[in-house]
């Protein structure tokens, strides 16, 4: 069973940087894809970004595009968002997951997603 761990948030003020790392393990860890999500208080979680964990292809919601860069190392299982710019609006748990077996082509779905971890707080100070 894949296992993923979230780290790196924090308080930061906005304009200032983070960046999120998330490591899984598994025996058998080989994701078509991985993603971040974030749910702020009383909203739904939403999508944030993916990445193909071959290829390296990179998708964004239109609300971080520009700003957050998501990337993968491979080597490590490790997939890391570096948030540039933050907002207020940005603050949030931002929770990563694997895609599910047989993947879905909507990759923003949270339904797309399965081995979720426990998130890791984002809070930005305006």
């Known amino acids: 069973q894949v296992q993923v761990a979230e780290s790196g948030g924090g308080l930061v003020r906005a304009g200032g940087s983070l960046r999120l790392s998330c490591a899984a393990s598994?025996?058998?860890?080989?994701?078509?894809?991985m993603g971040w999500f974030r749910q702020a208080p009383g909203k739904e979680r939403e999508f944030v970004a993916a990445?193909?964990?071959?290829?390296?292809?990179?998708y964004y919601a239109n609300s971080v595009k520009g700003r957050f860069t998501i990337s993968r190392d491979n080597t490590k299982n490790t997939v890391y968002l570096q948030m540039n710019s933050l907002k207020s609006e940005d603050t949030a748990v931002y929770y990563c997951?694997?895609?599910?077996?047989?993947?879905?082509?909507?990759?923003?779905?949270?339904?797309?997603?399965?081995?979720w971890g426990q998130g890791t707080q984002v809070t930005v100070s305006s």
């Open positions: 997951a694997t895609s599910r077996s047989p993947p879905s082509i909507v990759l923003s779905f949270s339904s797309a997603y399965a081995n």
């Open positions: 990445i193909t964990w071959k290829s390296g292809s990179t």
């Open positions: 598994g025996r058998t860890f080989s994701p078509e894809y």
